[in-house]
């Protein structure tokens, strides 16, 4: 690693020191589509075990690599009860106008179909809720946000950067989950509504990132993190197949 000084302290070159980031960035967004890209009887069995694989690898590459604890990741007992109030908060506050959203856009005269959750079997949607989201997307996704990201660039540059980067590589991260949405479970057909949702899902999903950075920042703690991304999921998923009743 070069370093140079500038007086007394000493500073790490920005390029030299995030490279390791860079280099676990660039694998993720990789990683994540060609998840996507799998076929349906591919990705539904294998999603949360693949995601869980991958998670375990970076985990244990990143206390190699980036000298990471499991403090710097959010993973401990301070303030665990106050991170988990402040996503119990967030998920209320974000669920409830994407509901009266999309029980708004019929009236407003965009054409929807009814959502495909109603050909799915009773036990994939229970798998849905209580596995595959909590599990394979809220907790895979916020470890490696809000958690081994967050946690290696705050020891690299300041918190705003740290933030807005995370953030944005979360929304990144959405363009292809964003489109199956839109596309396989609302079955969106309308141009105008199709990229007009599209949009819409991936710049609150750069919102959401920051939200959860807030989180991360005021509580020290990953808990309401998972937390109120699985809660924020899982209810929207449930809000969309009410609102179609």
Not at 98 to 103: A, N, R
Not at 113 to 128: G, H, M, V, Y
Not at 146 to 175: D, V
Not at 211 to 238: D, E
């Amino acid at each position: 690693m070069v370093e140079f000084s500038v007086g007394n302290p000493k500073y790490t070159k920005p390029a030299r020191a995030l490279s390791p980031g860079f280099l676990l960035a660039l694998f993720l967004f990789t990683y994540n589509n060609v998840v996507n890209f799998l076929p349906p009887s591919l990705h539904a069995p294998l999603y949360v075990w693949m995601n869980l694989g991958v998670l375990f690898l970076v985990w244990i590459l990143s206390r190699r690599y980036l000298n990471l604890t499991l403090s710097d990741i959010g993973c401990t007992k301070q303030n665990i009860g106050k991170s988990i109030l402040y996503g119990l908060g967030l998920s209320a506050l974000v669920i409830l106008p994407f509901v009266i959203l999309l029980w708004l856009l019929p009236t407003l005269g965009f054409e929807l179909k009814s959502p495909r959750l109603e050909t799915i079997a009773r036990d994939i949607f229970w798998w849905r809720i209580f596995v595959r989201i909590p599990i394979g997307t809220a907790f895979f996704e916020e470890m490696l946000f809000r958690g081994i990201f967050y946690g290696y660039l705050m020891k690299k540059i300041s918190r705003a950067r740290t933030i807005l980067i995370t953030s944005l590589f979360f929304g990144f991260w959405h363009i292809m989950p964003a489109f199956r949405v839109v596309s396989q479970d609302l079955q969106i057909s309308a141009p105008v509504t199709f990229v007009a949702l599209w949009l819409l899902l991936l710049l609150g999903s750069i919102v959401g990132g920051i939200l959860f950075a807030w989180i991360r920042y005021r509580t020290k703690n990953i808990a309401g993190c998972v937390l109120a991304h699985a809660l924020i999921n899982v209810l929207a998923l449930v809000g969309a197949f009410i609102v179609w009743q």
